[in-house]
């Protein structure tokens, strides 16, 4: 570990703490220019954050010392960065442009993957022209996706952002194996219209499975067995699996693609189906574009890498363990579930490669909704709590094609530049005054109405939510992600902490089947089950 580097960087956070950042602006006249960038129709604004230049200086120097570009290279190389499990983490060669060149462990794979994306895309096509059909030659009008986690968030994703008001082919999604969720989905759905796709990376997902086998009880209710296989698709890693599961056709993808950096592969077919090949492509354009640049860009001009140099410094730094994430546009009203996915599966970690303690906080507890939304719920927190929490605010300048959304944006400006100013007891005080308040009440109504401000805050603009646009947006939370394991010197690629549960799990299931709980359980969890079992 880099411990000067790291030594400097919290010494500048502590000469920091008090700093107050308006004033940085008037102190660093090229703050501003600095700290904005313009990458892949982002423009994204870091100057409402905490560091002064120095503290951006220490920064960049843990960067340095962390050696981020070696490790990108590393990333982009194809080498084992997933060193628990031996395997490459290579999804930017999901959406690279024909004719690259991009090796796993020295595998070539570019090609690999330009025939799976052709096969997407054969098929996508034929079912949107109604060339391939189902059982009874009818035209699908609705995709069935079944997956959870990495195999349900990105695609979810996609559709929520770019998914056409009145969608020739509709789209549905099931991930929680609550009864309830499969029952709401097939709500006015045909079976002879229905394609299913089952997304698994292992196809041994127990929830996936379970409401794979309901979904293929619904359809095998209403088709003719011979029929069964036009209807139901599988993704996944593992296609013998699949096939021994029933079905009908697989699209693959390799080992070396994380499940929650998935939605570049086949695991997006459904969203292929749904919105066509060309916004696909777009979306894959989008991300590469933005590959490019994370190549590309010095450190100190590098968006993901500022990205997480911010989140550093206030994790560590300034020790604030929370961040929300605000996107104000309804289309991404799915982003802040996604990037607590991406960001606290990948970097929610207590050791380090070598299996020492970390030592220091690692990812911190995401959360966030609809800008607006938000408005009315947490924010009140944001600005008066004794915590700070600093703020992602994602903008989009138009959300609808026949309404500005002005009113909309405006607000998030209003709230990023609130948090940074605040209001002094003083001032509150003083517009009580004017607006016609007694001395006395003014006096007891003043506290209340102060806000500390000195909040930070960043904003990631773009003209219109495009799939290259969410492409981008997407790939720069990616590689924002990535970086900060490099600097906690995390392994961002493995999930060992959800592997407890599930073995437990298992256990679990077999007592509520004999309808007592073992000898060694705990007295709470026997307690609970025996309620629930009764």
């Given at each position: ?29 090229d703050r501003l220019a600095r700290l904005t960038l313009d990458v892949a129709g ?382 002094t007891e003083t001032q509150a005080r003083a517009e009580l005054i004017a607006s016609g308040a007694s001395e006395d009440e003014a006096d007891r109504l003043a506290p ?87």
């Amino acid at each position: 570990m880099p411990h000067a580097a790291w030594a400097e960087l919290e010494a500048a956070a502590r000469r920091d703490a008090d700093a107050r950042i308006p004033d940085q602006f008037t102190a660093d006249p090229d703050r501003l220019a600095r700290l904005t960038l313009d990458v892949a129709g982002l423009h994204i604004d870091l100057s409402k954050q905490s560091w002064t230049h120095a503290g951006l200086k220490a920064a960049l120097d843990l960067a340095r010392a962390c050696d981020v570009e070696g490790r990108r290279a590393a990333l982009f190389n194809g080498e084992a960065v997933n060193l628990t499990e031996g395997r490459a983490v290579l999804h930017p060669a999901l959406r690279a442009p024909d004719g690259a060149d991009f090796h796993v462990l020295e595998e070539p794979v570019s090609a690999e993957v330009e025939a799976v994306r052709a096969e997407m895309k054969a098929y996508a096509e034929a079912l949107r022209s109604g060339n391939e059909t189902g059982a009874s030659g009818r035209p699908f009008k609705t995709v069935l996706h079944i997956g959870i986690g990495g195999s349900d968030l990105g695609p979810r994703l996609i559709w929520d952002a770019l998914r056409p008001l009145d969608p020739a082919i509709d789209l549905r999604f099931v991930a929680n194996i609550d009864p309830r969720d499969m029952a709401e989905a097939l709500i006015g759905l045909d079976p002879e219209t229905t394609l299913v796709i089952v997304v698994s990376k292992s196809f041994t997902t127990q929830e996936t499975l379970l409401n794979a086998q309901a979904a293929k009880a619904w359809l095998a209710a209403a088709l003719p067995a011979e029929g069964m296989a036009k209807h139901f698709i599988g993704v996944t890693a593992a296609p013998e699996k699949a096939a021994a599961f029933g079905c009908g056709r697989t699209f693959a993808f390799r080992d070396w693609v994380g499940g929650r950096y998935s939605l570049w592969s086949a695991v997006s077919l459904s969203c292929v189906i749904g919105l066509g090949w060309d916004a696909f492509q777009g979306f894959l354009d989008g991300a590469a574009a933005l590959d490019r640049h994370f190549l590309e860009a010095p450190l100190e001009r590098n968006a993901p890498v500022l990205l997480a140099l911010a989140e550093i410094y206030n994790v560590d730094g300034l020790h604030r363990p929370a961040r929300t994430i605000a996107p104000y546009a309804h289309d991404l009203r799915r982003l802040p579930a996604f990037l607590q996915q991406l960001e606290m599966e990948s970097n929610g970690k207590q050791v380090r490669r070598d299996g020492a303690p970390v030592g220091r906080q690692t990812c911190p507890v995401i959360f966030g909704e609809p800008g607006a939304n938000g408005q009315h719920a947490f924010f009140q927190q944001l600005h008066q709590g004794p915590q700070v929490v600093p703020v992602e605010f994602i903008i989009v300048s138009r959300t609808c094609e026949e309404t500005p959304s002005t009113y909309l944006w405006s607000n998030a400006l209003a709230q990023a530049q609130a948090l940074m100013q605040g209001k002094t007891e003083t001032q509150a005080r003083a517009e009580l005054i004017a607006s016609g308040a007694s001395e006395d009440e003014a006096d007891r109504l003043a506290p209340h109405k102060a806000f500390p401000g000195n909040r930070p805050s960043t904003a990631i603009l773009m003209e219109r939510l495009t799939p290259q646009t969410l492409g981008a947006l997407i790939a720069l939370y990616e590689h924002k992600t990535f970086v900060e394991g490099v600097l906690w010197d995390i392994n961002s690629f493995d999930q060992w902490g959800v592997e407890l549960g599930k073995v437990l799990a298992k256990a679990l299931l077999k007592d509520a089947a004999a309808g007592a709980p073992s000898a060694d359980l705990d007295p709470s969890t026997a307690d609970l089950l025996r309620r629930l079992t009764a």
